[in-house]
């Protein structure tokens, strides 16, 4: 295991107990929306290293911490999705802004096993709503590929309309949340 993949012990571990307590914690009807954990990483990298990414494992790490990082940032950043009664991490839904993009974005990624089951939705609804409190109405965005039917089916559950496809990106499709379409 890589070293960076161990959890401190001591005061570092309370000191991050403190700090993950600071951010939201959403709860919807089957999930609980928290801050990532280190163990969370697993099923984080399991999704990168599975899906259309590059890199690696070290890849998916500075992924990870990036996302993590947005909540000290700019106030919104990666949520784990954990199941209320059993308490897997499901995946993970995200308010955040990458390097290149000009608003921030709402997306999801769940674990395979999780998918199709309408935790997408229920995530992506409870911190859409979140967004809107922090961020405003219309102030963000969802980066869809155009041949992932699910995910479209996700954010137009959402109410979010399409706005046509991203600068410079024809097969990326963006959702524009909290506009009267």
Not at 77 to 87: D, I, K, P, S
Not at 107 to 117: D, K, N, S
Not at 158 to 177: F, I, K, N
């Amino acid at each position: 295991m890589q070293p960076c993949l161990i959890p401190p012990t001591g005061p570092a571990a309370v000191a991050a107990r403190a700090h993950r307590a600071a951010l939201p914690r959403l709860k919807t009807r089957r999930l609980i929306l928290r801050a990532p954990v280190l163990e969370d990483f697993t099923v984080w990298e399991a999704l990168f290293l599975n899906g259309d990414f590059d890199g690696g494992s070290e890849a998916a790490w500075e992924e990870f911490c990036v996302y993590t990082a947005g909540w000290l940032l700019r106030g919104s950043g990666l949520m784990a999705l954990e199941h209320r009664e059993t308490g897997e991490t499901l995946g993970f839904v995200l308010l955040a802004m990458e390097w290149e993009d000009l608003e921030p974005e709402l997306g999801w990624m769940l674990a395979e096993t999780a998918r199709g089951q309408g935790y997408a939705t229920e995530a992506a609804v409870a911190l859409r709503d979140h967004g809107f409190g922090v961020l405003g109405q219309g102030r963000f965005v969802s980066y869809i590929d155009a041949t992932n039917s699910a995910s479209r089916q996700v954010a137009e559950r959402l109410g979010a309309a399409c706005e046509g496809t991203a600068p410079g990106e024809p097969d990326t499709l963006v959702y524009r949340h909290g506009v009267a379409r």
